[in-house]
């Protein structure tokens, strides 16, 4: 049997582990970015704290989450934003296809929410649509390239608003690609420059973020600044 045979091992491995329904909802818990207890995932994923912490050594091995020791606690969160960017998009293919889309997605995490650590949802969508028609985006160079740049102007206009873009770029991972949204199934900004755009609407409280849900709350103050920086009306 040559390596070919085994190229799909490792795909079927991550797969299986989070094919489990209480591992699932453990995942799509840690969505929102946020570390939990084994305790915590426990209820979420409605097991005896035994078995989950069988689960979670099933997704540490499959290096799906990992773990930090803090005194007597240990928490779990995400190995990072590529698993976050993978369970979103097996939210998109649970919904399946349909002619026309109609959303299911409770409204208020529709309305925005976090994917990871950026901005997603109708908010998420919409701030990726403008700034592309803004010409503050640039796509790749191939048809099947996802990733984004931003123009000169792009970054003097971030940069403007509180966005550090040299620090963003130097930052080890995708600097900005186009990210599908489960509830939208359009694009937001993912990466880096994703990250940097929610870091900034949550300091400057362009939105809340809910205490115990992947929930953003857009402010008066929000809809004001998105409307004066961007020309974005929502």
């Given at each position: 049997?040559?390596?070919?045979?085994?190229?799909?091992?490792?795909v079927?491995?991550?797969?299986?582990?989070?094919?489990?329904?209480?591992?699932?909802?453990?995942?799509?818990?840690?969505?929102?970015?946020?570390?939990?207890?084994?305790?915590?995932?426990?209820?979420?994923?409605?097991?005896t704290?035994?078995?989950?912490?069988?689960h979670?050594?099933?997704?540490?091995?499959?290096?799906l989450?990992?773990?930090?020791a803090?005194?007597?606690?240990?928490?779990?969160s995400?190995?990072?934003?590529?698993?976050?960017r993978?369970?979103?998009?097996?939210?998109?293919?649970a919904g399946g296809?349909?002619?026309?889309?109609?959303?299911?997605?409770?409204?208020?995490l529709?309305?925005?929410?976090?994917?990871?650590?950026h901005?997603?949802?109708?908010?998420g969508?919409?701030?990726?649509?403008?700034?592309?028609?803004?010409?503050?985006?640039?796509?790749?160079?191939?048809?099947?390239?996802?990733?984004?740049?931003?123009?000169?102007?792009?970054?003097?206009?971030?940069?403007?608003?509180?966005?550090?873009?040299?620090a963003?770029?130097?930052?080890?991972?995708?600097?900005?690609?186009?990210?599908?949204d489960?509830s939208?199934?359009?694009?937001?900004?993912?990466?880096?420059?994703?990250?940097?755009?929610?870091?900034?609407?949550?300091k400057?409280?362009?939105?809340?973020?809910?205490?115990?849900?992947?929930?953003?709350?857009l402010?008066?103050?929000?809809?004001?600044?998105?409307?004066?920086?961007?020309g974005?009306?929502i």
């Amino acid at each position: 049997m040559n390596a070919e045979d085994h190229a799909d091992a490792p795909v079927a491995g991550i797969a299986a582990a989070i094919g489990d329904s209480a591992r699932a909802r453990m995942l799509y818990c840690l969505m929102d970015g946020h570390a939990r207890t084994s305790t915590e995932l426990a209820a979420v994923a409605d097991v005896t704290p035994s078995t989950a912490s069988i689960h979670l050594g099933r997704l540490r091995t499959a290096r799906l989450v990992r773990v930090l020791a803090q005194g007597k606690h240990r928490f779990y969160s995400l190995e990072g934003p590529d698993v976050a960017r993978a369970l979103e998009g097996l939210s998109v293919l649970a919904g399946g296809n349909r002619d026309r889309f109609v959303p299911s997605t409770p409204s208020r995490l529709r309305a925005a929410r976090t994917c990871y650590d950026h901005l997603a949802g109708t908010v998420g969508v919409s701030l990726h649509d403008r700034l592309k028609a803004l010409g503050w985006l640039s796509e790749g160079s191939t048809e099947s390239d996802n990733a984004y740049d931003l123009t000169p102007q792009g970054e003097k206009a971030l940069a403007a608003v509180g966005i550090d873009v040299e620090a963003t770029r130097m930052l080890r991972r995708r600097f900005a690609f186009a990210c599908l949204d489960w509830s939208e199934r359009r694009c937001h900004v993912g990466g880096a420059l994703g990250a940097a755009l929610l870091k900034l609407v949550l300091k400057r409280r362009w939105v809340v973020q809910d205490l115990d849900s992947r929930a953003l709350t857009l402010t008066a103050l929000g809809r004001r600044e998105m409307r004066t920086r961007f020309g974005l009306r929502i």
